[in-house]
């Protein structure tokens, strides 16, 4: 028998109670504040990425279109007059986007003393989140709205029976307070869009220039001529693989169609003066806020010269970091 079963039953007992009974009263590892992973010691939790949030607001006509985008040119997720309650529900599911959506950007217009009561409930809901959020307000003088409302022959929105003058008083009063609140103010009285759009590149591009994506099509010139190209190039100067009977049946992407087209006197340097050339232009829409570009390269049946000069053309934009998509509107039509 050993010395714990010799000791008298109500000295065990009370040594029982001394220690806790800690086979029926020991608190639970959460209760005693220690920290518990259901996965082991060493499993790594994820956090949550909250999306950073920018909120757009201002008087109607001074450019809150324009500014959501140039957001939404520079990458960020955009949607247009959003219920202001429903805001923090949107930065909810950002944040469960696994780092996809990072970056929210949100219209919203006031027209109505709830729907600002609404608006700031949901800022205050942010802010205890700890969500990092930003307001750019757009505002613009009255005289410039009022020519900007009838020049496109719409009413104020809140102009009811009244004037176009009466619409932005009103509107100007019920965005005073969110106006005081703006993390940016842009005066749009005398801007243009371009220019618009170069205050909100200096904001929120940060040290990166803007992207300029790009759309290489090659086309035949007897299908007609793209309708949304900003660039033509006319390949037709070089001669024709169809002519060439044991290159007629391949396309452009066909190594040896490759060749012959670039092996042509004036070719490879074509190809090298316009790529100059490209750099030139795309420095200069960046500058116009303008952020997609088609260039269209043509041939007489868009198979063989405009097919090749095309993926060449595009290779040199990819490299150059222009993100680049290839199409070749009319390969395969005859």
């Known amino acids: 028998m050993t010395e714990q079963e010799k000791q008298p039953t109500a000295e065990r007992d009370q040594a029982h109670q001394d220690m806790g009974d800690d086979h029926t009263q020991r608190k639970s590892p959460e209760e005693d504040g220690a920290q518990v992973s259901t996965a082991g010691d060493n499993a790594a939790v994820p956090e949550i990425a909250i999306p950073e949030l920018v909120i757009i607001s201002g008087m109607s006509g001074a450019g809150r279109s324009t500014a959501a985008k140039c957001l939404e040119d520079l990458g960020w997720f955009v949607v247009d007059n959003l219920p202001p309650a429903l805001i923090p529900t949107m930065v909810e599911l950002g944040a469960r986007s696994q780092g996809n959506v990072a970056r929210i950007a949100v219209v919203v217009d006031v027209r109505g003393r709830r729907f600002f009561d609404n608006l700031r409930e949901s800022l205050a809901d942010l802010d205890t989140r700890g969500v990092t959020r930003r307001i750019v307000f757009l505002e613009s003088s009255d005289e410039a709205l009022v020519r900007r409302f009838e020049s496109v022959r719409r009413p104020h929105p809140l102009q009811g029976d009244g004037r176009i003058v009466d ?3 009103a509107e100007r009063e019920l965005l005073r307070e969110l106006r005081g609140d703006a993390d940016l103010v842009i005066d749009t009285s005398s801007l243009n869009v371009h220019e618009l759009r170069a205050k909100m590149d200096a904001r929120f591009a940060g040290e990166e220039e803007p992207e300029l994506r ?3 099509m090659s086309f035949g010139f007897k299908y007609g001529l793209p309708v949304d190209a900003d ?13 060439v009977p044991e290159l007629r ?3 452009g992407l066909n190594e040896e169609v490759s060749a012959y087209v670039f092996n042509q006197p004036g070719a490879k340097e074509f190809l ?8 030139l232009i795309a420095a200069g829409y960046r500058r116009e806020g303008k952020r997609y570009v088609t260039i269209a390269v043509g041939c007489t049946g868009g198979k063989h010269r405009s ?3 095309s993926e060449k053309l595009a290779a040199r934009l990819a490299a150059q970091g222009v993100e680049t998509v290839v199409v070749h509107r009319d390969m395969g039509r005859e």
């Open 307 to 309: 097919v090749a000069t």
């Open 167 to 169: 619409g932005i008083a």
């Open 214 to 216: 790009a759309t290489v």
């Open 249 to 251: 049946p391949y396309t």
């Open 231 to 243: 660039l033509v190039v006319d390949m037709r100067f070089l001669p024709n693989p169809h002519w």
């Open 272 to 279: 090298d003066r316009y790529t100059e050339l490209l750099q």
